[in-house]
């Protein structure tokens, strides 16, 4: 998908919503347990539900792994199934991987070719020959952290090397890689307060905020600080909207908090 199809569809949805698809066996309806793929069965009604109102959906691959061959095959059953009857939407492999150069080249082909996914998370911790990889497949995104929601983030991100706190030079060195043109970033919702010197460094580009809802990140203050002319934001939300509920009513308690969600987005988008 390119960038151009991206914002036509937050045009014309007026959301810029991302679903995160974040399943646990252990959280999801009971009667799910009794399908034949559980995990599909629960992501397929939470798309069917939502999306209207969305223009992505964020899988983290690691609530797939942790169950085998079997979460592996629910993994390619749901982005199959959102390709062929939502060719529209944006999908995010949430794999935060990162490695050597012919590592990550076939970490690419896994996702990009195999899993057919629009784009993937990607470490930047190893440098330009661990990411550029990614980077050059056309119409794909890679999607680098940069300041994430997590309170460990103050770690290492936030500190001053050389004068400049380390997610700045990650912003900063990541554009002269090639073809950064198709880099998006990660930045935590309940980092809003950094938005403004992050839009200094890369004005345009698209940022993946998760953190609004569960995590105690403030959509206003996350659009107020990052939207740009071209909206620039996808906000993710998993918790508050796939699990609004254990019962049967599962899919309408989902869409109604995704309704909500996008309400907001959509006044904010009139304004």
Known sequence: MTTEELIANIRRKQSFLCVGLDVDLNKIPPHLLEEDDPIFAFNKAIIDATCDLAVAYKPNIAFYEAYGVKGWQALKKTVSYLSENHPDIFTIADAKRGDIGNTSSMYAKAFFEDLGFDSITVAPYM??????????????????LALTSNGGAFD??????????????????SKGWTNSSRLMYVVG?????????????????????PGVGAQGGSLKEVCKYGMTPDVGLLVNSARGIIYASKDRDFAEQARNAASELQQQMKDILSR
């Open 127 to 144: 440098g330009k020959d661990s990411v550029e990889p990614f980077l050059s497949f056309k119409d794909k995104h890679t999607i680098l």
């Open 156 to 173: 290492f991100q936030t500190k001053q090397l050389e004068g400049t706190e380390l997610y700045k030079q990650v912003l900063e060195t």
């Open 189 to 209: 919702a309940t980092k809003a307060e950094y938005l403004t010197e992050i839009r200094n460094i890369i004005p345009d580009s698209f940022l993946l905020v």
